[in-house]
């Protein structure tokens, strides 16, 4: 439920700055009304509103709305407040230090710079596994629900306390991604991220895909963590690149640039066959991710399609583009891969 903003800003808060008020409508025709209406017109609040009332009585802040959700197992209270903020000018984007990112599940995140207090001396971000470290909590709660009649007291009584450790469970998760988030983004000017599709990534008839990985896949937050970094870097004033997914971070070599055709999962060491390099697999990763980002910034003024070399169809040509031929053989084949086929370069 939604509350709109009100002439009196200061009515929003009590005295000790430990209670909300709700804007209720006045009923006068029944007692009972009017004193339920008296009892819940102050909503008593965990958290200090002292911050909060303070911005609103020097009038920096403006309350425009307060909502009221249940989020978490728990009532919550949302302020959206309207602020004036005179814009700064940004600041010039050059070439600074540049970071790639690596995104997994032994190790949340792997930087090809480590960081004091964030990363080990390899750049590997440890993965706190949120769900796991609950789960076996979680699996009991489910096994006892399973056991209760369906809307008895017991019933909801488990059902709110397993609410409640799930709504913990991503509050820490979104409270651990804020921190790594805030460090990355504020400590280098460009950030390369890799394009990761969780959805593909999650799917049941996919091979080699386990319940516990795919498990482990939604526990990480990838998503979460690259639209924090974005706009935490936009704020800013620093820059984001996403590598397309298609893009083999993992099976390249990043002493060399040969690729491998096949890289299984469970080979957590790259080796080289060409150069004869050995170092981890997260880190050789991280390392091709970064030195795609810097062949982007260099080639992002003379590419099309983001990060992708000039297309034939840029090409300009003297001549009309050829019919398709008829045939079997030329059925299903597109006017491009004809012109493709047959292209001279003009000299």
């Known amino acids: 439920m939604t509350f709109t903003e009100t002439d009196m800003q200061d009515g929003w808060f009590s005295k000790d700055s430990r209670h909300v008020r709700l804007i209720l409508p006045r009923f006068a025709t029944d007692r009972r009304i009017t004193r339920r209406r008296e009892q819940l017109q102050w909503l008593h609040t965990t958290e200090s509103l002292r911050r909060v009332k303070k911005k609103v009585v020097s009038e920096e802040w403006a309350v425009q709305a307060v909502t009221i959700s249940f989020t978490g197992g728990r009532w919550q209270a949302s302020f959206s407040v309207r602020q004036f903020v005179i814009p700064l000018p940004h600041a010039t984007r050059l070439r600074g230090p540049l970071v790639g990112v690596d995104l997994g599940v032994k190790h949340l995140a792997t930087l090809t710079e480590p960081m004091k207090d964030v990363s080990d001396e390899n750049g590997h971000v440890e993965n706190p596994r949120h769900l796991e470290a609950e789960f076996f909590r979680l699996a009991k709660l489910d096994r006892q629900i399973s056991r209760c009649v369906k809307g008895s007291k017991?019933?909801?009584?488990?059902?709110?306390?397993?609410?409640?450790?799930?709504?913990?469970?991503a509050r820490t998760r979104k409270l651990y991604l804020h921190r790594l988030s805030n460090t990355v983004a504020g400590s280098f000017e460009t950030v390369v991220l890799e394009d990761l599709s969780v959805v593909s990534m999650?799917?049941?008839?996919?091979?080699?895909?386990?319940?516990?990985?795919?498990?482990?896949?939604?526990?990480?937050?990838?998503?979460?963590?690259?639209?924090?970094?974005?706009?935490?870097?936009?704020?800013?004033?620093?820059?984001?690149?996403?590598?397309?997914?298609?893009?083999?971070?993992?099976?390249?070599?990043?002493?060399?640039?040969?690729?491998?055709?096949?890289?299984?999962?469970?080979?957590?060491?790259f080796e080289c066959s060409t150069c004869g390099i050995s170092l981890d697999r997260d880190v050789n990763a991280a390392r091709n991710i970064r030195d795609e980002g810097n062949r982007v910034l260099i080639n992002d003024a003379s590419t099309v399609a983001g990060h992708q070399p000039?297309?034939?169809?840029?090409?300009?040509?003297?001549?009309?583009?050829?019919?398709?031929?008829?045939?079997?053989?030329?059925?299903?084949?597109s006017r491009t891969t004809q012109l493709a086929r047959d292209f001279s370069p003009l000299v």
Request: some cysteine; proline content about 3%.
């Open 202 to 269: 999650v799917k049941k008839s996919k091979k080699n895909s386990t319940k516990a990985l795919r498990r482990s896949i939604l526990d990480a937050g990838f998503y979460e963590l690259r639209g924090q970094v974005t706009y935490k870097a936009d704020d800013r004033g620093h820059r984001v690149i996403v590598v397309n997914r298609y893009f083999p971070s993992s099976k390249k070599c990043s002493h060399c640039g040969e690729t491998k055709a096949k890289l299984a999962l469970s080979e957590r060491v």
């Open 154 to 169: 017991n019933d909801a009584k488990l059902c709110l306390r397993r609410q409640r450790l799930l709504g913990r469970i």
């Open 310 to 333: 000039e297309t034939l169809n840029a090409v300009s040509r003297d001549r009309e583009t050829q019919p398709p031929r008829r045939g079997r053989g030329d059925r299903y084949q």
